[in-house]
């Protein structure tokens, strides 16, 4: 920033500002007219020449206009970008929709998604937290007729988990409601990752009925549950809004985005390993090549302090980075704030 003068800011800060919400190359003739600088338009296309010599510009070949690098971007997100303030009507509407389901973190991450997408009108996605420290907060086993039930796992965090079970022999309701309670008060407040190596059948020595059901029925299910909570969980939304944004007129480049897009497993793993806090990367500042067309707004919230997961979009270039930053970091410290309640109002319900 030391090498570009304050005109040059200004005008380059003025093609960015353009270019974001028109998608068309920036003319010298555009500036002029549009914005009040002083200065000829001569001395617009001189500077501007400037500007692409020292990399802050590209002069695509079909037309006469510049745009802006990916170097332009992060000069423009570090030092040019203004603040943006949502506006009452806009966090009324975050308030209430993402405070409907707080109980439930995977169900409130699926809305966050889906809110986040509308309100950007990009791709968005929400990770829940990875549940390695997760502790549990209770089980029911719920019957649905004699020979099924539903086994409900729920973690402090508030991930909930079912799975159907087939019973090898009918039970009652009143066995089921037993064997939950037995297995709460086994397991409550533990990490999951160590009710795995826990013996799993404690408690259930003087039932042996109970205990068998629980050996041969519940138990296979309980281990395979608690394995898939340990898991982070990927929700997106808004993939069709790619085909209302200009840089993906080109077929082949849609395509190339929504393969991307498909491959969730790798997807979630280059999102587990940003850092936290709001990051945002722009262009070839991914590392991964299928990611060096696009940029990438993440920001984390917090389950009961410590869970950390991640919300955030994905979309080309040209993006309106101020007001999206400022619906993701409304939004996760909305949900950091909604938990922090939530699991206050638990410890207030246990005592």
């Not at 003068?5 to 068309?24: H, N, T, V, W």
Request: aromatic share 6%; glycine share 4%; with cysteine.
């Amino acid at each position: 920033m030391d090498d570009l003068s304050q005109r040059k800011l200004q005008i380059l800060q003025a093609i960015i500002s353009d270019f974001i919400g028109s998608a068309e190359p920036v003319g010298s003739r555009t500036l002029s007219r549009k914005y009040d600088m002083g200065i000829s338009p001569a001395t617009i296309r001189n500077e501007m020449s400037d500007l692409e010599e020292m990399g802050f510009l590209t002069h695509p070949h079909t037309s006469a206009g510049r745009v802006p690098s990916d170097k332009a971007y992060r000069l423009y997100v570090n030092d040019l970008m203004p603040d943006y303030e949502l506006d009452e009507k806009e966090k009324e509407i975050i308030d209430q929709k993402l405070n409907r389901s707080v109980v439930e973190l995977d169900k409130t991450m699926e809305h966050a998604a889906t809110l986040l997408s509308e309100l950007t009108s990009l791709t968005a996605f929400a990770m829940t937290p990875a549940q390695t420290e997760a502790k549990l907060h209770y089980v029911n086993i719920l019957p649905v007729d004699e020979n099924t039930a539903v086994l409900m796992l729920v973690a402090e965090s508030g991930k909930v988990s079912n799975t159907a079970v087939r019973l090898k022999h009918p039970c009652t309701p009143q066995q089921l409601e037993f064997l939950s309670k037995v297995m709460t008060h086994n397991y409550k407040g533990k990490c999951l990752n160590d009710i795995l190596t826990m013996d799993l059948v404690k408690g259930l020595e003087n039932d042996v009925e109970a205990m068998a059901m629980y050996q041969k029925d519940i138990q296979p299910s309980f281990l395979t549950t608690l394995e898939s909570m340990l898991d982070t969980e990927l929700y997106m939304d808004g993939l069709a809004n790619i085909f209302d944004i200009p840089e993906y007129n080109d077929l082949t480049r849609a395509r190339e985005f929504l393969d991307l897009l498909k491959r969730r497993e790798h997807l979630s793993d280059v999102l587990l390993h940003r850092d936290t806090g709001t990051v945002i990367t722009i262009g070839d500042e991914n590392s991964d090549e299928a990611l060096q067309d696009c940029s990438l707004i993440t920001a984390t919230y917090h389950v009961n302090g410590k869970l950390v997961g991640r919300l955030g979009v994905i979309g080309p270039t040209r993006m309106k980075y101020d007001k999206v930053k400022s619906i993701i970091e409304y939004m996760t410290d909305n949900i950091s704030h909604a938990f922090r309640l939530a699991e206050g109002e638990g410890e207030q319900e246990d005592e």
